[in-house]
């Protein structure tokens, strides 16, 4: 286990040669999938974009937006894309159970997960307690469904007794603001949004982290074909997008004028709070961005394992590809 260990501990070789940037016909073109949308939490792509650190590996990005989870590994096990952020307890959960396969990550975007619980101030829950007899909106396959039984084991809590119903993604801060639901799944970093939609009145998170203490945020995923026929082009990506990445959190307010420049529909000042929240994810307890440690998954698949989300026997190299 520590050879596994010591071999994921950064799955991008430290000090990787930068490709000179070339004209745009001498660039490799790739396509990469937001994790879902363009709020402000994917700016470090965009950031990467503007910066030049795509051209600095030689990397001709195409962005566009993704829809989520299920359809980013979709998309990236049919070849439709090259590159994506997903859940990554999502993921291990989707891939653990068959139901997802040539896909595999490749680095860390947050080394704490972000899934979690949103309400609001005055609706009484302030612990996990508090959701038995609420009602909780979700987008359906939404990731914070899929976890939420383990959650709720863990917190000590009849999951059974908490209400989860189908809410469309965009609709979820309505239906919260308007009180057609007590909560909603949501990730952290959408607490600004949420405040905006509801007039201003305050956001309480619930983070699935503070219970599950493992998580891991966002995996980058990349295709099998990629990870296994072209792994220099999988390192190139990955330093450039870590190096946007970690400019984005020192630079929330830049980065978010970057993601509105490209996404005009997109509010810099949400962007920029959104950013500011989602450095303590990126960082955890103060790890190397991009880190992914073996044990560490290993613990996450005991979990989920023991709460009989995912079959027995799954290993870390199930589901991350190392890149040496």
């Given at each position: 286990?520590?050879?596994?260990?010591?071999?994921?501990?950064?799955?991008?070789?430290?000090?990787?040669?930068?490709?000179?940037?070339?004209?745009?016909?001498?660039?490799?073109?790739?396509?990469?999938?937001?994790?879902?949308?363009?709020?402000?939490?994917?700016?470090?792509?965009?950031?990467?974009?503007?910066?030049?650190?795509f051209a600095e590996q030689g990397l001709d990005v195409e962005i566009a937006i993704g829809s989520g989870s299920g359809?980013?590994?979709?998309?990236?096990?049919s070849g439709a894309a090259d590159f994506a952020p997903v859940d990554s307890t999502g993921y291990i959960l989707t891939k653990a159970t068959g139901k997802v396969s040539g896909v595999t990550a490749i680095t860390a975007i947050q080394q704490k997960s972000m899934v979690g619980i949103m309400t609001l101030d005055g609706n009484g829950i302030t612990s996990p307690k508090d959701l038995e007899g609420k009602v909780m909106g979700d987008q359906e396959g939404a990731t914070t469904t899929i976890l939420f039984p383990t959650y709720a084991k863990l917190a000590g809590i009849d999951a059974s007794k908490v209400e989860i119903i189908p809410v469309a993604a965009p609709e979820l801060a309505g239906a919260l603001a308007a009180k057609k639901v007590d909560s909603i799944g949501q990730f952290v970093v959408g607490k600004p949004l949420i405040e905006k939609a509801a007039g201003g009145k305050t956001a309480v998170a619930l983070p699935f982290?503070?219970?599950?203490?493992?998580?891991?945020?966002?995996?980058?995923?990349?295709?099998?074909?990629?990870?296994?026929?072209?792994?220099?082009?999988?390192?190139?990506?990955?330093?450039?997008?870590?190096?946007?990445?970690?400019?984005?959190?020192?630079?929330?307010?830049?980065?978010?004028?970057?993601?509105?420049?490209?996404q005009p529909e997109t509010d810099a000042e949400i962007a920029t709070k959104e950013l500011?929240?989602?450095?303590?994810?990126?960082?955890?307890?103060?790890?190397?961005?991009?880190?992914?440690?073996?044990?560490?998954?290993t613990r996450v698949i005991q979990v989920l394992e023991g709460a009989g989300s995912v079959p027995a026997g799954k290993k870390p190299e199930d589901f991350v590809k190392v890149l040496n």
């Open positions: 286990m520590r050879a596994v260990a010591a071999a994921l501990a950064m799955v991008v070789v430290a000090g990787c040669s930068e490709a000179a940037p070339g004209d745009a016909a001498d660039l490799t073109k790739v396509k990469y999938l937001t994790a879902f949308n363009a709020f402000g939490r994917e700016a470090y792509a965009f950031v990467a974009d503007e910066k030049g650190f359809e980013n590994m979709a998309a990236l096990s982290s503070d219970v599950i203490t493992d998580l891991y945020g966002h995996f980058l995923l990349t295709s099998d074909k990629i990870a296994n026929d072209d792994p220099e082009l999988a390192k190139k990506f990955t330093t450039a997008l870590l190096k946007g990445l970690d400019y984005s959190i020192a630079n929330p307010a830049e980065a978010a004028k970057i993601l509105n420049k490209a500011e929240i989602m450095a303590a994810y990126v960082k955890g307890d103060g790890a190397e961005t991009g880190k992914v440690d073996a044990e560490r998954v």
